[in-house]
């Protein structure tokens, strides 16, 4: 039953009454579907008609954008969030260090895949995504804002690469619990002395590599990680010098740790216990890999100090140490702990290592450790 203008509508031997469209382009006639009566009535029929034709003129072929419309949504079906997830952590992977890269894969899939992994990348709602964090908090609270930030990277991937059109994160913050996160446990300057009796009256508890690691990091201050992993071609004994490479740095930065004498004789101890080994503390069962740096923490805990220190304490100690009773200014004793300026402009000016009063600093600490022992 012709309407005009190509427009008619098609009645099948079963009865049911289907608006096609015949229409010209490029020279070949062909044929779109528009729907079935009485769902759409003769006035929308006209009204798809119109449209379709102005298409036409313009040189879009209506059916082969209809098939276009269906890939592309068919596509969107198949991407799941964790497809997409995963695409945007393997362009991260090469910026990232290896073991930053292991932690984001692993709360990825522990606090997100499991709620959001296999659901449509576009039809993953505010309330979803909201319902997820909110599970996230009840267990892990310190992540929950880090992980939404990492789930708006990808839906911002997403967007960037054509396969999204919002971020579903977006304002989320509002309705998340604030967390505070608290200092690291450490004793006072003025609990030190106690606390270095205890761990000498400790000694014959530990094994002898876990006690050179804790007066190691006492007398270095450094990250407990940069401690453990710590390499033998890393220590230079001529120079009284340990250089760690940037790669093991939190900062990405080199960091260079002068050795006192005493620190010296503790390292040339364990060179005596792991010598030919690649990392100067060795694990007990692998030597092949660094002791675990639980090691050190479970001691303290077992000294009696659980909630009162750990192994990050020793920076904070030190740093009081140094100020409060070797007078050193907060500048020189913030270098040795590698902290950079917190200021963008500070970074870019400031290249002041203070390597010579460093140098004296640390020798002095460790005698002031020997005189309160």
Same mark, same amino acid.
């Not at 098939?67 to 991260?92: G, P, R, T, V």
């Not at 690691?213 to 990250?223: G, S």
């Not at 002791?291 to 000294?303: E, G, P, Q, Y």
């Given at each position: ?205 530990? @094994?002898?590599?876990?006690? /050179? =690691? #804790?007066?190691? %990091? ?7 990680? *940069? ?84 192994? @990050?304490?020793?920076?904070? /100690? =030190? #740093?009081?140490? %140094? ?7 907060? *500048? ?42």
């Amino acid at each position: 039953m012709a309407d005009g203008e190509g427009l008619y509508l098609e009645v099948t031997p079963a009865g049911t009454k289907l608006w096609r469209l015949k229409y010209r382009l490029y020279g070949k006639e062909k044929r779109i579907s528009i729907g079935a009566y009485p769902d759409v009535s003769i006035v929308g029929a006209r009204q798809a008609k119109e449209e379709i034709k102005k298409e036409i003129k313009a040189g879009i072929d209506p059916v082969l954008k209809r098939q276009q419309a269906a890939q592309i949504n068919a596509l969107n079906q198949q991407l799941d969030f964790k497809s997409m997830a995963m695409e945007w952590y393997w362009k991260q992977v090469p910026l990232w260090k290896p073991k930053h890269a292991t932690i984001i894969k692993h709360r990825f899939e522990k606090y997100v895949f499991p709620f959001l992994g296999h659901f449509p990348l576009t039809e993953i709602k505010p309330l979803q995504m909201l319902n997820c964090l909110q599970k996230m908090e009840k267990t892990a609270p310190d992540l929950t804002r880090r992980m939404k930030a990492a789930c708006s990277h990808v839906f911002k991937y997403a967007i960037a690469t054509g396969r999204a059109e919002n971020d579903p994160t977006y304002g989320l913050e509002a309705a998340l619990k604030k967390f505070k996160r608290g200092h690291y446990a450490s004793i006072s300057v003025d609990e030190f002395p106690e606390f270095l009796t205890c761990l000498n009256d400790y000694r014959r508890h530990l @094994h002898r590599q876990t006690f /050179l =690691a #804790l007066h190691l %990091l006492l007398l270095t201050f450094v990250r407990t990680c *940069e401690l453990v992993e710590a390499r033998w071609e890393e220590i230079n004994f001529e120079k009284a010098m340990w250089v760690i490479p940037a790669q093991r740095m939190k900062m990405n930065l080199p960091h260079v740790v002068p050795l006192s004498r005493q620190a010296l004789a503790l390292f040339q101890e364990l060179k005596e216990i792991n010598a030919g080994r690649e990392f100067i503390f060795t694990g007990y069962y692998n030597p092949r890999k660094p002791m675990s740096k639980n090691t050190m923490l479970v001691a303290i805990k077992r000294m009696g100090y659980n909630g009162k220190m750990t192994g @990050h304490g020793f920076r904070a /100690l =030190a #740093l009081g140490i %140094l100020k409060e009773k070797l007078g050193y200014s907060h *500048e020189i004793a913030d270098r040795q702990l590698a902290h950079v300026p917190k200021s963008s402009v500070d970074r870019a000016y400031d290249r002041a290592q203070f390597l010579p009063q460093r140098i004296q600093m640390m020798q002095e600490y460790a005698d002031y450790i020997d005189k309160v022992r």
